[in-house]
Every structure is written in C-alpha cells, then in structure tokens.
C-alpha cells in the first residue's frame, strides 16, 4: 500500500530510542526532523538516515524545548514518540518519578503538539498528529501506577486534540502497544518469570516487534486513513480482549 509520506516534514520525539519509526519513514522519502535528548543517538541516527535534522533536547525541559522547537519551521506530521518508564510499587511512588513521567510522557506532548498543531494552522494545511500511548493506559499492570497513570492520560488526550483540531483538518491518534522489543522493553521485561506473566495475558502469546508499532504509525499519519482520529490503536496481540 503506497502512503504517499514522500518530500512531507514529520517530527518524531524520541527518535533516538525509538529509530525505527525514523529508519521508516526516511526510507518512504519523507523529510524527518528527530528529536531526541542524547547527542550520540542522533549522530548514529543521522549516520543511518543521511539528510535528516537532528534535534538534542530533553522534552521535560519546557524553556529548553521552546527554545529548540519554537522554530523549528514547517512540520506537516508529528509522532509524539518520547517516553519514560520509572516503575516503582504504587507504596514506593516518589515525587521525583511522578513530576518526570507526567513531564515527558504528557505535558511534553501538550508541548510539542501545540507548536506543529499552531505551524500547521497558520499555514491553513492539514495534519496529522500520532502520539504513542500503550496497552497500560486500559489494563493495570504491577508497579507501573504512574507509568499507567500517564498513558491513561494520553489517551484522553488524544481524543480532546481530536475534537478540537479536526476543525482545522488535523488528524490526531494514538497506537496502543504491548511491550515492544526495543532495548528499553528488553531491559525492562528480561526476567522469563516476569515475561511469562505478561505473556500469559497476551493471546497471541508473544511481544511485539518494532515493525508492528511502526506500521501502525505509518498508517495513521498517511491519508489512508484520512477518515480516522481520536481512535486508540491497539498493537497488542489481543490483550485488551482478555
């Protein structure tokens, strides 16, 4: 299926961690600006995708960001990639984990989302906006309250943006993963005794590869889904069918 994702501008957030959605779309021949807060994952970014423009900033910095995305120029797509995960028992929750997760994994996207949605606006072009949520934001998991709590959240989210940019023909979504296995999801979910619960709960009884999450994105950012906002795209092999 062809996307048509070509010559458009798209701002990933996370883009270091989260490279394959930036590997996909430079090789759709779209133009991509990457954002992320560690200099040396751009610079191997920038030397596997020749000609995109890296961005280093830490999206839990408001000033910092402003400064850095504030003119950032024309953005036709967003993906709102950038996340923390600081999983603590709900009894061991600390102010610190709680002000950094909700900093990075939703006002950042208020943020950023913000400055491409006013860009797109003034210019009087569509858009469309992707924020990358998880399956936590609708099922409990053990000692990811906060982590939860901001995807939670982020759904909601999604769907106001939906509502009050679709008048100026700015699509928003969310894609819903399951533990993906990038390095932050192989660190996280590497114990077999902690795997084997979570998979228990999956009924296709396995994780997701990043080709899955990224497909998804794709999609919701091209035109063939132009008839698609607000949604939460599961990416979950089932789990909220359990």
Known sequence: MELF???????VTGAGKGRGTVQALHATGARVVAVSRT???LDSLVRECPGIEPVCVDLGDWEATE???GSVGPVDLLVNNAAVALLQPFLEVTKEAFDRSFEVNLRAVIQVSQIVARGLIARGVPGAIVNV?????QRAVTNHSVYCSTKGALDMLTKVMALELGPH????????PTVVMTSMGQATWSDPHKAK??????????????EHVVNAILFLLSDRSGMTTGSTLPVEGGFWAC
């Open 5 to 11: 994702l070509a010559g458009r501008r798209v701002l």
């Open 39 to 41: 200099q040396a994952d």
């Open 67 to 69: 400064r850095a995305l």
């Open 133 to 137: 949520s998880s399956q936590c934001s």
């Open 169 to 176: 023909k700015i699509r928003v979504n969310a894609v819903n």
């Open 197 to 210: 619960t979570m998979l228990n709960r999956i009924p296709l009884g396995k994780f997701a590869e990043v």
